[in-house]
């Protein structure tokens, strides 16, 4: 068993060496909650180049995630890519008990449903004192998939990445992926927004990140963190968070610059909850959750963002 690392605080997000250096997970489950078997029984199923699948994010334990497994479940989708942060903290001693929290809410719907987790910052995270880093670990033993990793499905490949920014060996692997395109239709899934509302480049890192995507053709990348929705298109590729699937609902920065893009979210001067989409422009007193449904049908991929009391905020053609 691996020793505990004694630490003041967490480890850089940046350096994924420090996560890995513990191994041994505090979280225990009979059989990880592994979507592949239920993707292989599916693709047995599924033979044409038409199909369903929601995106979600941030549910925190939220009991809005309770509302939302029920209309995925009415929609039909095929299976789900989350967008990080299905529990509070992830790691170390609270990492046993949150993981078994998530199980009970969500058990049965990861075990009937592919559900493709995206690992973020507060599913790896503990308190960090006098804790084991073992964040990465607990996330592989309750999902049975690595940090990083890339599925396919008819026509469509998905390379879903770690938290935060890919590391050297991380980059390497999706330059390799991006490479080797298989598929007509490619998206990419993580935790960190590489184009946060109103930004123009962001950081370099993640602005290098961008540029690889364009230069591949990359349909679309899907995150969350943000507890907000965002929609933006840049150099051919659309950035979308999906962050409101049970979290609290984050501020909207600079809300005046973003008339061409969708968004919604808190107002920065007050309370009130701001949606603005081609669709509706509203204001609200009281906070919304929602999720995105995406139907690929060959070559074409439509995407609607539906809230739990089920309107349809935005709906468009990626």
Known sequence: MDEPITIDGPPDPL??????????PSVSVDTPFDPRPLMDALSGRVTA????????????????????????RREKADFVLTCGDLVDLGG????????ARLAQQAGAFFRSMPVWPVMGNHDVDSRWTNDVWNGFANFTAFFGVEPYYAFT???????????????????????DQLAARRSEHLFVAAHYPLLRPGEVDGSPPALELRRRLAAHGVACHFSGHAHI??????????YLISGGAGGDIHRIPNPEDLEEDAYYGRDPADERYLLHTDRVDRIER??????????VSGSRITCRVISTDGRTWDAFVL
């Open 15 to 24: 350096d994924k060496d420090q996560w890995r250096r513990s191994r041994t």
């Open 49 to 72: 180049d038409r199909f369903r699948f929601a995106v979600l994010g941030d549910t925190h334990h939220g009991a809005a995630f309770d509302r939302i497994i029920e209309q995925v």
């Open 92 to 99: 170390g001693r609270e990492g046993a008990v949150n993981y």
């Open 153 to 175: 499905f008819r026509n469509a490949t998905f390379l879903v990445l770690s938290w935060m920014l890919p590391d050297e060996a991380e980059m390497a692997w999706l330059a």
């Open 229 to 238: 929705y965002h929609r933006t298109r840049r150099d051919g590729v659309t």
């Open 286 to 295: 009281t906070p919304s959750f929602f999720y995105v449904i995406i139907d």
